[in-house]
């Protein structure tokens, strides 16, 4: 039986990142991984994928271009499957490729199978590769799985879940969304720019609610001029498949009764943690609602040398958050000291078209917890870079404390939102005022000098020379 100082099972982000720190200060690990290829959700399935197929309908979609020579394109060509998902296999290709390199790099083991734990200290993997493992210690890097409703008729070929969305043979002419979620929004983008009619079903009222109202409704807004019909306050529970005679394949009945259909449903219902059927409850590792494991600060189980990370603990269940506590979990395990805790705040990066990031606090919850606050707005069509670049939409807005002119927090929607937020994020923990903003010189024409013109926006309390917003 082969001893390390840490065996990980899973190559998801959060797995990946431990396992390459550990081995980066000396210790020996091995990765356990139980499908053909490494990367887990991140790269296979969740958000590498999204995201490059995100760019993919943008360039078939003409969007980018569009408000470049005044007129509304068409779709370039009517994008088959094959089309559609080429650059998404090209990316996974490469990212899988840059994670078993990286495993080389730092000599560390990869056992292609199931693993199972057994004992506080050993790990059992079954598969392409048998092998019996022992470690000081064991990071569970298992993450999530979507939601599956029951009564639902899953298909993997009209009926989809995030996953088998992925693997669809053409672009639907219409399709249902279950959830207004962040994955429900960013694939009804996806497919509303690529020509399909996107029903957008949501059990609450509101969507994304943790984001500020107003870029919320910007971003509502948007998506209704790109044709998505928002169903709101409705669930739907139970799921037919249509013979082939029939119009739509999928027919389905709202809460209050009246029918819905599509030739294609996608269920974006949340995700569960996948702590199931690795023998964690009979070692004594406490597992909590949706199959998450419960940790402490230090990401350790109830079982000392049992730790976990990334979507099995749960929120907030991000790619770019299970690696930090990847990273932090091994920092207490072999008490190297220098990565204690996750940043207490993190920014949020929806990548619907247009993207939104936002960071720090919005209006309101500046107002609860006692700012008089003032807001700056500056928009990118007002900006000579987004004039240039033909943008239409999008927006930032800084949320500043009137006394101390303190930026509070930063919220953009627009194009590379998520790019633009990282100045914002240090303008907040730097407790940075208006005038750092104003008193710089930043590269001009850039959609980075929506940061400047914000502030000056804050100086005239948020109105707009041509259109006062009434602030
Ligand atoms: C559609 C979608 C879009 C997303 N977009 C974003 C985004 O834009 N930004 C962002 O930050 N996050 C995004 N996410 C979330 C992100 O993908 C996850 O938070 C992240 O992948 C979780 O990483 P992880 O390492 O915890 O788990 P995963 O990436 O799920 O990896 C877990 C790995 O463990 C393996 N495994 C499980 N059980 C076993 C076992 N018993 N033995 C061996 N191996 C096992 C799995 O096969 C898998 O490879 C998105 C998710 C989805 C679904
Ligand atoms: N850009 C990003 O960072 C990104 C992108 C995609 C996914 N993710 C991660 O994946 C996670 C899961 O995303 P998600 O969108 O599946 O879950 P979610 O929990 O964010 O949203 C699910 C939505 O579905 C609704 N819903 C649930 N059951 C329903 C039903 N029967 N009928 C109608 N509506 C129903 C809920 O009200 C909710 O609004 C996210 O929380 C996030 O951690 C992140």
Redesign the pocket.
């Known amino acids: 039986m082969k001893h390390y100082d840490l065996i990980v099972i899973g190559s998801g982000p959060a797995g990946e990142k431990a396992a390459v720190k550990a081995a980066y200060h000396g210790k020996s690990v091995a990765v356990v991984e139980k499908e053909s290829m490494l990367g887990g959700a991140g790269t296979n399935t969740?958000?590498l994928p999204?995201?490059t197929l995100k760019e993919t309908a943008l360039y078939y979609s003409g969007i980018n271009e569009s408000g470049l020579f005044g007129v509304d394109k068409e779709l370039k060509r009517a994008a088959d499957a094959e089309d559609f998902f080429f650059r998404k296999n090209e990316v996974q290709d490469w990212q899988e490729l840059g994670i078993e390199k990286n495993f080389v790099l730092h000599n560390i083991d990869v056992y292609k199978g199931k693993g199972t734990v057994i004992n506080p200290n050993r790990v059992q993997v079954v598969g392409v590769d048998d092998a019996l493992l022992e470690a000081d210690f064991i990071l569970i890097a298992t993450g999530?799985y979507?939601?599956q409703?029951e009564g639902i008729p899953f298909d993997g070929k009209f009926v989809h879940d995030?996953d088998t969305i992925l693997s669809i043979k053409g672009i639907p002419k219409s399709m249902v969304i279950?959830?207004?979620?962040?994955?429900?929004?960013?694939y009804a983008t996806i497919f509303a720019v690529m020509g399909t009619k996107v029903k957008l079903?949501?059990?609450?009222g509101d969507?994304?609610t943790f984001l500020d109202p107003e870029i919320r409704d910007q971003l509502v807004d948007s998506m209704e001029h790109d044709n998505i019909e928002f169903v709101l306050n409705?669930?739907?529970?139970k799921v037919e498949i249509l013979p082939e005679d029939h119009e739509f394949n999928v027919h389905a009945k709202l809460s209050d009764g009246d029918p819905i259909q599509a030739d294609m449903f996608l269920?974006?219902?949340?995700?569960s943690g996948q702590s199931a059927g690795l023998g964690l409850a009979e070692v004594g590792v406490e597992i909590g609602s949706r199959g998450n494991i419960v940790v402490d600060k230090e990401y350790r189980s109830a079982v000392p040398s049992i730790f976990a990370v990334g979507?099995v603990i749960g929120?907030?269940?991000?790619?770019?958050t299970g690696m930090d506590q990847g990273r932090v979990a091994v920092s207490h395990m072999f008490g190297f000291g220098d990565q204690v805790q996750l940043t207490e705040h993190f920014p949020?990066?929806?990548?619907t078209i247009p993207e939104v990031s936002v960071y720090g606090l919005t209006e309101e919850e500046a107002k609860q917890q006692g700012y008089e606050c003032v807001v700056g707005r500056a928009r990118y069509v007002d900006m000579p870079r987004g004039k240039i670049m033909g943008v239409k939409r999008g927006m930032l807005k800084m949320v500043v404390d009137k006394k101390t002119e303190r930026v509070l927090g930063v919220h953009i929607i627009g194009k590379i939102a998520t790019e633009l937020v990282h100045y914002g994020m240090a303008l907040v923990d730097s407790k940075a005022t208006i005038e750092t903003v104003i008193n710089r010189v930043y590269n001009m024409p850039t959609l980075h000098e929506l940061y400047k013109y914000a502030a000056y926006n804050v100086l005239i309390e948020g109105h707009y020379l041509d259109a006062p917003t009434g602030h």
């Not at 279950?178 to 960013?186: F, L, T, Y």
């Not at 409705?234 to 529970?237: G, L, M, T």
């Not at 929120?315 to 770019?320: E, M, R, V």
């Not at 949020?348 to 990548?351: D, E, N, R, S």
């Open positions: 969740g958000t999204s995201k999530s979507p939601f409703p995030s279950v959830g207004a979620g962040v994955i429900g929004c960013e079903v949501n059990g609450h969507i994304l409705q669930r739907i529970e269920y974006a219902a949340g995700r979507d929120f907030p269940a991000l790619a770019s949020y990066g929806i990548y």
